[in-house]
């Protein structure tokens, strides 16, 4: 399995950024689960969107309102569309998958990392 993250940028406050993650050999049926994480110098690797095989998403407090977490099937690419952005949005981002369908927000609950992408938000 790989994941290959693409999509960062630095915008200014305000200004929207889409992170993809490209998933080769991951597969997308039974139960399954792929999230954005990210890590701000310093900090702890947090749990920011998931998406698992019930459809069903979730965000932390965070960004609800401004991020979307979205599942190009036919891609195999998983999408964070990012509006709204704030300085402390600034991070790397990191793209995981699971091979169940928990959907939670826990970096020990994902198997598979990719290598990360660059977020920075100025003001």
């Known amino acids: 399995v790989q994941l290959v993250e693409s999509g960062g940028d630095s915008v200014q406050s305000g200004g929207s950024l889409r992170l993809s993650c490209k998933t080769s050999?991951?597969?997308?049926?039974?139960?399954?689960?792929v999230a954005w994480f990210r890590q701000a110098p310093g900090k702890e690797r947090e749990g920011v969107a998931t998406?698992?095989?019930?459809?069903?998403?979730s965000y932390m407090d965070a960004v609800k309102g401004r991020f979307t977490i979205s599942l190009d099937i036919a891609a195999t690419t998983v999408h964070l569309q990012m509006n709204s952005l704030k300085p402390e949005d600034t991070a790397m981002y990191y793209c995981?998958?699971?091979?169940?369908?928990?959907?939670?927000?826990?970096?020990?609950?994902?198997?598979?990392w990719g290598q990360g992408t660059q977020v920075t938000v100025s003001l």
């Open positions: 995981a998958a699971a091979t169940h369908g928990n959907g939670w927000l826990l970096p020990d609950d994902y198997h598979y």
């Open positions: 050999g991951y597969v997308y049926s039974g139960g399954w689960s």
């Open positions: 998406i698992s095989n019930d459809g069903s998403t």
